[in-house]
């Protein structure tokens, strides 16, 4: 345990128990009556319906980072926060979004009456060659025949760069990749480093017609990518703070964030509006709140772009205030009725004070919640400025993560009411002014049992 989190555990009372309670919602410590009479002042207020209306808002259209529809969630996050009577800032960061500029193509000299989707980091060219069809694109279906040609490769089983490569290695002068069985449109694909070809995406449907007419004909084909290239876009972060008292300022530091922006062409109901809404109800019951901490809810853009929001927040923070953070609840897809139960997971599968807290939390208001590991969230920048942080979400997620029918419809109030509550509580429980408290003061919950689960996103 470093001396942080040491230094704070005693701080905040965490009396240790002897005997560990087991990993069940009867399991309570024996304060139970006092550990409520706390959470109640944080859980009571909680509002599903309002919640509800956040994301109803905010999922009205996709909010793909560096767009008008982001910008918009921006505005409306920002004017809540103030509403709620805290300081607001906005941050803006540039990050760079691939511009697939415009790819097309024809068969024997037919133009395709579809539009081929350019993959990301694809050359400018414009080739005209044989079509040979390589299957899956795996090195042994991937034979010397393709020299020369365009290859067809259906998606699915090997990764873009594994596929692009071996039709590279073998002399193909470009990709036409069709989408996998139960896959729907053409919006997908990369290039990496040196694969310097060009290569599009069409759908399951053309690619399969494709595969039927080379069994009949030779099809030549050209193959033309012209202006692709990265473009430099605007994001925002949204920071609001909430000074703890004057007289009882214990210097730390708790931060509470989700991200705003969705795919591009998803409402983003559950992911992440959910999110959203379960930090600006935090927000709101907090702000008349007294605490002893300072508070930091915080939304983050492009997250979906690779982190870029909370990245950017993460490095602009001072050594002084990583120093004083000692928490970082982050929720991600928090609302989702069809995906499964929640669970915390943190970026080095091991547990920290934000999975200890979140354990004991919802050992109080409903059942402990166990931990896993995992990244890809934007719980990954704080701890890598070694900040104990940990993503809650709900695991295995449901079928239409990352598709347009991510709809508000999806959503379960009791999921969203349930984390909303338990984050809240683990929250509360750190900032409530009563802490630092006398070991022997009934005001500290003790710790619960809680364990690994090797679960699935």
Known sequence: MSRKILTFVLAAGLVASSVPLTATADNHTPNENADHAFDNKV??????????????????????????????AVQYIKNEFESYGYDTELQPFTFQEWDGGTSTLSFNDQAFSGDPHTFNGSVNASVQAPLEYVGLGSSEEVGSDVEGKI???????????????????????????????????????????????????????????LVERLKTEQVTTTLTVKNAGTIDKTSYNVIATKEPHKKKDNGQIVMIGSHHDSVAGGPGANDDASGVSAVLELAKIMAKTPTDTELRFMTFGAEEKGLVGSYHYANSLSQEEVDRTVAQFQMDMVGSRDAGD???????????????????????????????????SDHVPFFQ????????IHAPLEPWYHSPQD???????????ETTEIVGAAVYQIARPNTPALENAEVAPGPVHYEFDDRPL
């Open 43 to 72: 859980i009571k207020k909680i509002d599903a319906d309002r919640m509800y209306n956040h994301i109803a808002l905010l999922s009205e259209n996709p909010r793909e980072a560096g767009t008008q529809g982001e910008y918009k």
């Open 151 to 209: 290859a067809l490769i259906e998606r699915g089983s090997y990764t873009f760069y594994d596929k692009v490569q071996n039709v590279m290695d073998k002399g193909a002068v470009g990709v036409i990749m069709f989408n996998g069985e139960n896959q729907s449109g053409n919006h997908f694909g990369y290039t990496y480093d040196e694969q310097d070809i060009p290569a599009v995406a069409i759908t399951r449907e053309a690619g399969l017609k």
């Open 342 to 376: 929640l669970i915390m997971f943190t970026p080095d599968g091991q547990k920290n004070l934000v999975t200890d807290l979140g354990a004991a939390a919802g050992a109080r208001v409903a059942e402990v919640v166990e931990y896993g590991q995992l990244g890809r």
């Open 385 to 392: 400025r070694g900040i104990p942080a940990a993503l809650f």
């Open 407 to 417: 709809t508000l419809d999806k959503i379960s109030k009791e999921k969203l009411k």
